[in-house]
């Protein structure tokens, strides 16, 4: 039976793991980045540490170790934009379990209605997860950015307070209970990667 992996949340990201980030970042490029992406260690440190001024952030610990930043971009005072990014060794389900525990936070301790997050059309594993912890797909948002010189389309997954209150039990249209996020979320033991928005300009 595997081990159970315990997973905190620390408020904020601590500054001096910004670096190892972007280690984390370099090893999802294919799937986080685009061409107006940080090109180096430097150039990200300094921007996430001038975003993190006025953005909420997590870090999440497994078994004590950091292996991942939340970030919450806040767009207006009921909307915020989530961005991502993970360690690889952390792909897996803990990765939605530490994704709802910061929506929980912010929706518990902000007036914040809405979260959303904007994630490359390619990364089918990244929004699938997304939907599975308990986010909507809300329409593409097309040629978002650019990737190689070609448009980039971006995927919108957004959560509102009252579907996040109501993920445990929820039912379709057809009147049929849907699975939970987290029943859905235990089933799973594959991988997420990195979205892309936590390396963008704010």
């Avoid at 360690?87 to 929706?107: D, I, N, P, Y």
């Avoid at 997420?192 to 963008?200: F, G, K, M, Y």
Wanted: charged content about 25%; glycine content about 8%.
């Amino acid at each position: 039976m595997p081990r159970y992996m315990a997973i905190e949340l620390v408020e904020p990201f601590p500054a001096m793991y910004w670096p190892l980030a972007w280690a984390w970042l370099d090893a999802a490029r294919s799937q986080a980045c685009d061409d107006f992406s940080p090109k180096t260690p430097e150039e990200f440190v300094e921007l996430h540490l001038e975003a993190c001024r006025g953005w909420r952030s997590f870090g999440v610990l497994r078994d004590g170790q950091v292996g991942g930043v939340i970030l919450f971009e806040p767009a207006s005072p009921a909307l915020a934009i989530m961005h991502v990014l993970y360690a690889r060794r952390m792909w897996g389900k803990e990765t939605v379990a530490a994704s709802r525990m910061a929506c929980a936070r912010l929706f518990e301790s902000t007036e914040v209605g809405k979260i959303l997050g904007l994630v490359p059309a390619n990364n089918r594993l990244a929004i699938a997860l997304a939907v599975r912890g308990g986010g909507k797909v809300e329409g593409v948002l097309r040629q978002h950015s650019r990737r190689d010189g070609k448009p980039l389309d971006a995927v919108a997954v957004g959560i509102t307070r009252e579907d996040f209150n109501g993920t445990e039990l929820r039912r379709n249209d057809d009147g049929q209970q849907c699975k939970s996020a987290n029943a859905a979320r235990d089933e799973s033991s594959t991988g997420i990667a990195a979205t892309d928005a936590l390396e963008r300009t704010p």
